[in-house]
């Protein structure tokens, strides 16, 4: 097969796997993809998972590549905290939220790490759409609910203080109702209790 019609079709995958590949044509040699790597028509991300060697490496094909190398996922925590500027600092490893094992990659594109919650917390992510293909990432409401649930040493004002949110950005953003129903769903005291003290630490009016 030639690299020009293996091309042709999954340009627009951005992303793809071996899977893929096979889904689509069964008889294809999997060696041409050592082939094209020593050629540098493509690259290996990790785990069977593919791109084009001249794709280009912007923040929405990291959050398309979160999603797709390790699944069903999102993204979450630092990431989305960064993606709605909620925070000042830039976030060198994509972080996102999964029902699989905790795990990550560390791979030629950057870090790729993934935080384990219950499969009935895998809610409150929005599709968005980037050269034609869609990546899920975190609801702001959602995600502040995320980062508060597994960073448990969150507890106190100065705690979060110290995380130097934007709090215009947080009063533009958050959906107070969404919050308490999305609050209510993980059934967890503790987290209650965090989510009120960071309600009166920033105080942030209701929408």
Do not use: C
Request: aromatic content about 16%.
């Amino acid at each position: 097969m030639r690299i020009l019609d293996f091309k042709g079709h999954f340009a627009a995958f951005r992303v793809f796997s071996v899977q893929d590949i096979l889904k689509w044509d069964p008889a294809f040699d999997t060696r041409r993809l050592v082939e094209w790597q020593k050629k540098n028509y493509i690259k290996r991300i990790v785990n069977r998972w593919y791109l084009f060697a001249d794709t280009l490496l912007d923040e929405n094909f990291l959050y398309l590549a979160a999603n797709r190398i390790y699944s069903p996922s999102y993204v979450s925590f630092e990431s989305a905290l960064a993606y709605y500027r909620l925070i000042p600092e830039g976030v060198y490893t994509v972080t996102s939220a999964t029902t699989l094992k905790t795990h990550q990659f560390t791979t030629s594109l950057g870090a790729f790490t993934y935080r384990h919650l219950r499969p009935d917390l895998m809610f409150g992510y929005r599709l968005v759409e980037a050269a034609g293909q869609r990546f899920k990432m975190a609801e702001p409401e959602k995600l502040l609910l995320d980062y508060m649930y597994l960073n448990t040493e969150l507890q106190s004002a100065n705690d979060f203080e110290s995380l130097r949110i934007n709090q215009a950005e947080l009063r533009s953003l958050l959906n107070e109702s969404r919050l308490i129903e999305y609050l209510a769903l993980f059934e967890n005291k503790a987290l209650e209790k965090r989510v009120n003290t960071f309600r009166n630490t920033f105080r942030y009016a209701e929408r």
